[in-house]
């Protein structure tokens, strides 16, 4: 038995190790830039650096369009699936499985493919129908996530009374939708919302590849000039990881808080 | 009281015909037409296309030139590099996720692990490279602490963080949350009882694990495993930041294609894709297959 537990304690340990070294020496290269002395040098660049605004603003709106079309493809559809038509279930949820088959750069391809300027829909023929095509991938990219979520928010309400309570004082579907069904799954759509944010706040492929000024590319111009700053932004990016996941424990708990006093 | 007891059969009685309207589709038809547009659609074309000339005709010669030395070396370093990441992040994700359930480590220990594992595994791209970088990089913190403390230095034993090691080692930084996350449910499906009726037969840690617990949880090794391999095989943004495009791995010899039709030939690229969709759907599948497997025990 004692055998067994010191076992335990040194794969902790590794794991430990694993997980803050990196860390550590990321923080230290950060603090490297002036020559002999540590210091936040790297940061003050990196953070006044107007490319690092604009890029870090536009993924931003990004993220908050992803998911809001997200919210509003999801919900319903996860919605009038448990009320109505269960029988699609297994047909819906494989094809929001499918995402984390298909690698991002194929789809992104596909997309290049079908939606080029040439073509029947030539989405990557302007600037805000490229932006609009970036919207619906990283949709696409975050359907797994969401819809999972979602759907858990979903089934540990009662749908079908909740509904039928609506209908039966004369509230309409999208009265149903907006005021009953999402207000009782937000704690789910919120976690869904900030893992989607931590999705595509970084996100380099689908940016790159359709050329939009997105803070995926400009790490990875950053990473290839410069020696000190990609180490800053890898901890600001570290930290936004945090905050997401941290949002996401928070909210997750208070729903299940929440749910059992109202119950 | 008898009022509600009244109404709930008859709306009961009303569903079955709402549910037979064949409007109920209307409401799931936005999804259908998204997925069509963004998932099916991009993907079955570019299939198409890999099975095309660039006229359009009907061709096996795309399939057929991937087979070239170029292609096949970018695909089998891709395959080591994932295979040698899922099973060491499958390795160490099981024993550190086995120490938290199974270890008698304290109880608060558990939440705390899982919570950063979960910030692990979601933080990965160019950062992730970044880190490595300054980790593992000529003038890392690693590199040089062993250098002044030990006199050792791992470049002179011809590692690279822009290499095959380099890389599978970034890699393990989000697979072993991944594995630990996943993990996790299937060993608190181990019964103690299971362990009790072990010891009571006189049986050892090794008969345990041997005849009870790897029987019952190698469908959820191998598939988690499974499922490590098409996450780093589908992976880019990491590579990229951390070797630019030296390292020759297929996601950026694809990568290069689309930004450049390196390959000279559009439908070659179409091939190239297909071959990835058949990597990871395969992997994928076989991980879904063996999930339901884990299952039946594991509940």
Known sequence: MKRNRFGAWLALAIGVIYFFVPLIATFEFSLRLRRGTYSFDAYSIVLGDPQ??????YSTIMALATIVVGTLLVVPTAY???LR???????????????????????????LRIYNSSSWLPMTGSVWSTNLLLVFGYVTLALPYMYRAVDTGLRSIDVRSLTEAAESLGAGWPKILFTVILPNIRPAILSGAFLTFAIVIGEFTMASLLNRPAFGPYLQLVGANRAYEPSALAIIAFFITWACMGLIQVFGRGARGSSADTR | MPATLQSAPLSLAARPKLDQNSWAWIGVAPFFAFAAMFLVLPTGLLMIGAFQHADGSFTFDNIIHLFQPSILSSYRISLEISAASALGGAAIGFLLASAVVLGGLPRWLRPTLMTFCGVASNFAGLPLAFAFIATLGRTGLVTLLLVNLFDFNIYSTGFNVLSFWGLTLTYLYFQIPLMVLILTPALDGLKREWREASDNLGGGAWHYWRYIAFPVLWPALLGTSLLLFA???????????????SLNIVTILLFAQIRGDVLHDQNLGFALALGMILITGLSNGAYIWLRGRSERWLR
């Open chain 1, 80 to 82: 009038w699936i448990q």
């Open chain 2, 231 to 245: 996450n780093s095989f589908g992976a880019i943004a990491t590579a990229y930041g951390l070797t630019g495009s």
């Open chain 1, 52 to 57: 690092f605004q604009a890029t870090f603003g």
């Open chain 1, 85 to 111: 038509l269960p029988r699609l279930r297994p047909l819906v949820e494989f094809i929001t499985l499918l995402p984390l088959v298909i690698p991002a750069i194929v789809l992104v391809f596909g997309y």
